[in-house]
C-alpha cells in the first residue's frame, strides 16, 4: 500500500486487490486502506483493461458503495477496460453503472439477498445493462428465492460465451443454486459453461446441454447433496447427443473414498461418452482414484482420440 504512489497508474494495464487480506480499519494507515487505495484509483487509468477486487463477504467494516463513484470515473476515463470483477456486498451500484461501459467483455459479480434488493431485481438490471459481454461469472446467494425466470432472461438478453454459475454465502463458501439450474435453457451463442449443481439436477442439466452450442461443460456436484450412481451414469450417457468438445466433472468423495457404485457408473459412463461422442477430445473427471478409473479407459480414449488427464489432488471448478 505505501508503494502505491511511486506507481504511475496511467500506465497500470491490470489490477488486482483483496481487502481480505488485512483489516480495512488499520492503524496504520491514515485514512484506512480502502479510502487510500481508492483515491489513487481515481487517476487517470488510461491503460487500464482489467480490475478485480475482493473482500470478506459481509464484512460489517466494509461498504460497498464506496465504488460507485470509481466506477463512475473509470466509466469516463477508461476506454480500454474490458473486465471487471467485484465479489462486494452492493451489487445493485455495480450494475448502474455497466451501461457507460462500452466495452466491457467480461464480468464476475457476486450477487446477495441479504440486502435491499433482489437476486432477481439484479439479474434483471443486468439484462437491461444493454452491454455487449461474452463472459458472465455470477456467485448468486439467494436463499430460498426462486431466480429461474430473472436468471433465464439475463442470460438470453446478452451476446454471451461464456457463463460460469455458483452459489456464495456471506462467508464466500462456494455451493449450488437449488432447483434453478435444471430448468436453465442456454443462449446459442454460449460455448462454454461452468456450473455447480444438486446431483439429482444432473439429467435435466445434460438435456438442456443436448439443446445448446456448448463445447465445452464444467460441473461441479456439491458435497451436501444426495445423488444416485444411476444419476452419474444417465447423466454422462444422455451427453452422448450433445457437441461437447470438452467435459470437466468433479464428484465429491464420501470420507476417504469414492462409493464403489458411484465410481463404477462414472466409468461406465465414461465409456459411452467416449464410444459414442465423437466430437469429444478431452475428458476430465476430478476426485476419483486416477488407477482405479484410468484402469482400462486410457487405452480406448486413445483409440477414439480422447485426452484422459490424471486428477489431481484438489482443483475446484470455482
Not at 17 to 46: E, H, I, M, R
Not at 110 to 123: C, G, P, R
Not at 226 to 231: T, V
Request: aromatic content about 6%.
Amino acid at each position: 500500500m505505501q508503494a502505491l504512489p511511486t506507481i504511475e497508474i496511467g500506465e497500470v494495464i491490470r489490477i488486482c486487490v483483496d481487502f481480505s487480506l488485512a483489516p480495512l480499519k488499520n492503524q496504520q494507515y491514515k485514512p484506512d486502506p480502502s479510502t487510500f487505495f481508492l483515491g489513487w484509483l481515481l487517476g487517470p487509468c488510461v491503460k487500464l483493461r482489467e480490475v478485480s477486487i475482493f473482500h470478506v463477504f459481509g464484512s460489517p467494516d466494509y461498504d460497498g458503495r464506496l465504488f460507485a463513484p470509481l466506477l463512475q470515473h473509470w466509466a469516463r476515463s477508461c476506454p480500454c477496460l474490458e473486465a471487471l470483477c467485484f465479489l462486494s456486498a452492493h451489487p445493485e451500484d455495480i450494475v448502474k453503472a455497466l451501461p457507460a461501459f462500452k466495452n466491457l467483455l467480461s464480468l464476475q459479480m457476486y450477487i446477495s439477498a441479504k440486502h435491499n434488493i433482489s437476486a432477481a431485481d439484479i439479474l434483471g438490471m443486468i439484462a437491461d445493462c444493454s452491454v455487449s459481454l461474452r463472459k458472465l461469472h455470477l456467485c448468486i446467494h439467494s436463499d430460498t428465492e426462486d431466480i429461474t425466470q430473472s436468471l433465464q432472461r439475463c442470460l438470453h438478453a446478452l451476446p454471451l460465451r461464456e457463463v460460469e454459475l455458483c452459489d456464495a454465502d456471506e462467508f464466500g463458501t462456494i455451493g449450488l443454486l437449488p432447483g434453478n439450474l435444471g430448468r436453465i435453457s442456454w443462449p446459442r451463442t454460449c460455448h462454454t459453461v461452468h456450473v455447480a449443481c444438486h446431483g439429482e439436477d444432473l439429467i435435466s442439466l445434460a438435456k438442456e446441454i443436448r439443446l445448446s452450442n456448448v463445447r465445452h461443460l464444467g460441473v461441479q456436484v456439491s458435497s451436501d447433496s444426495p445423488f444416485m450412481a444411476a444419476d452419474v451414469n444417465n447423466f454422462l450417457a444422455a451427453l452422448t447427443c450433445s457437441q461437447l468438445e470438452q467435459l470437466r466433472l468433479e464428484i465429491p468423495m464420501k470420507g476417504d473414498e469414492m462409493p464403489a457404485d458411484v465410481l463404477k457408473a462414472i466409468r461406465a459412463g465414461a465409456v459411452t461418452l467416449i464410444q459414442k461422442l465423437q466430437s469429444l477430445h478431452h475428458l476430465l473427471v476430478l476426485d476419483v482414484s486416477s488407477r482405479t478409473f484410468l484402469r482400462g479407459l486410457t487405452r480406448l480414449a486413445k483409440r477414439h482420440g480422447v485426452l484422459l488427464r490424471k486428477p489431481p489432488d484438489w482443483m475446484p471448478l470455482f
